[in-house]
C-alpha cells in the first residue's frame, strides 16, 4: 500500500503589532521544520491585501511525518507556545493531494 504525502495549508491573522515577533519564532520554526525527516516543503506567504494575514503551505511525505512534526518538542515550544498565542484566527486544513 502507498503512502500519501499530506499537504497542510493555513491561514493566520497575526494581532496587530505583533507581526516582528512572530516571524523571528516562524523564521526558526521554518528552518528546524525544513530539516526534518518526512519534510517537503514549507512555504510562508503575506496576503497582498491584509499585511496582517499570513498563508502557510507545508509538505509531509505522510501522514506519520505530518503527525512527527506537531508531536515534536520544537514544535510544542515554537508554535503552541510562541506564535499561536499572537494570532487572532488560526485556520488549518490537511490535505491530501488528487492531481499533481
Not at 528546524?32 to 517537503?40: D, K
Not at 508554535?79 to 493531494?97: D, K
Amino acid at each position: 500500500m502507498a503512502t500519501s504525502p499530506v499537504y497542510v495549508f493555513a491561514r493566520w491573522k497575526v494581532k496587530e503589532g505583533k507581526m516582528q515577533e512572530l516571524l523571528q519564532l516562524l523564521t526558526s520554526l521554518r528552518m528546524q521544520t525544513q530539516a526534518e525527516e518526512g519534510n517537503l516543503f514549507y512555504t510562508v506567504c503575506q496576503d497582498n491585501s491584509d499585511a496582517n494575514t499570513l498563508l502557510l503551505s507545508e509538505g509531509y511525505t505522510s501522514a506519520t511525518a505530518q503527525q512527527a512534526h506537531v508531536s515534536s518538542d520544537r514544535y510544542k515550544k515554537l508554535a503552541a507556545g510562541g506564535i499561536i498565542p499572537l494570532l487572532n484566527e488560526r485556520e488549518v486544513f490537511l490535505t491530501t493531494p488528487i492531481i499533481k
